[in-house]
């Protein structure tokens, strides 16, 4: 990772982090629009951090349900038919299985989260099912 992006990150997250900024996350880069990082921490639990303007796809989440613990920066949560919502360090997201649901940071600003995976209980298989991108200009339109 060069020295100089991770500093960039934490100096634009508002402080210094417990969690390492990751790698390149290009084992998912087809699923993203913008750049993320990705530092697995234990099991299911990895850290994540997206640049400016960078969210994931639309996906849904079968067999498992996915808790994300914000650090820092600010950024989006939306599930399909719902408003969005604005996202800052200290903010739980709860994600039920099988909801539709995007994540990333604000155009304007660096997020970071932490993901946890946690399997539904007498569920023997746990996927994600990645979908379209989320609309640019619905996107554009979030302050």
């Keep these: 990772m ?16 417990a969690f390492p900024l990751g790698e390149p996350n290009t084992a998912f880069a087809q699923y993203f629009i913008g750049n993320s990082y990705l530092a697995p921490l234990a099991g299911g639990v990895a850290n994540v951090t997206f640049e400016p303007g960078c969210r994931n796809n639309w996906h849904v989440h079968h067999g498992e349900r996915q808790v994300l613990v914000c650090t820092g920066g600010r950024g989006w949560y939306q599930e399909w038919g719902q408003p969005a919502q604005e996202l800052h360090a200290g ?12 994540h990333g940071a604000a155009k304007d600003s660096w997020f970071t989260h932490i993901a946890i995976a946690m399997p539904v209980k007498g569920c ?14 619905q996107y554009g339109k979030l302050a």
């Design 124 to 137: 023997d298989e746990q996927s994600n099912e990645w979908l379209e991108p989320v609309d640019d200009e």
């Design 2 to 17: 060069d020295l100089d992006l991770e500093q960039l990150a934490r100096e634009s997250l508002g402080a210094s982090s």
């Design 91 to 102: 903010d739980v997201v709860d994600i039920q299985p099988e909801v539709k649901h995007w």
